[in-house]
């Protein structure tokens, strides 16, 4: 069973851990897409869409990063000029010609890919969902 969540006294932000180092407050979405191509943001929103639908999940608005947690973070996104860096965070690691970049810390493996379309974005879809799980444990 997972461990109980701390829950930050002045903005009730729950975390894995007592005393988590945090920005109070989550910022918005709107924010980080103001000016971006209709394109990026059609990317943003599909992305959007596939996690909302998941389950209970935080998105947290910053300049120009948005990320998403469950227990923890399990996705997060950069909006670029032209494309959506998305960086997932699994349990193990995939080879998939859509990464441009993966990184093992031990506890993870973070995938990064650049989308610039929905139909790349269907060839990572089902990893998002399987980050989503992977958070909750």
Known sequence: MPPEMWQCPKCAREFTRKNQRHACGTGDSADVLRGRPEAVI??????????????????????????????????????????????????????????????????QVTHVAKITSLAELKHIEPLIKEAWQFSLT
């Open 42 to 107: 059609e990317v943003y929103r599909a992305i959007e869409s596939v996690i909302n639908n998941l389950g209970k999940v935080e998105t947290v608005a910053r300049d120009r990063y948005v990320l998403f947690r469950s227990r923890r973070i399990f996705v997060d996104l950069s909006i670029m000029q032209d494309a959506v860096r998305v960086a997932i965070h699994l349990g193990r690691q995939i080879d998939n010609p859509a990464f441009i970049k993966i990184v093992a810390d031990g506890k």
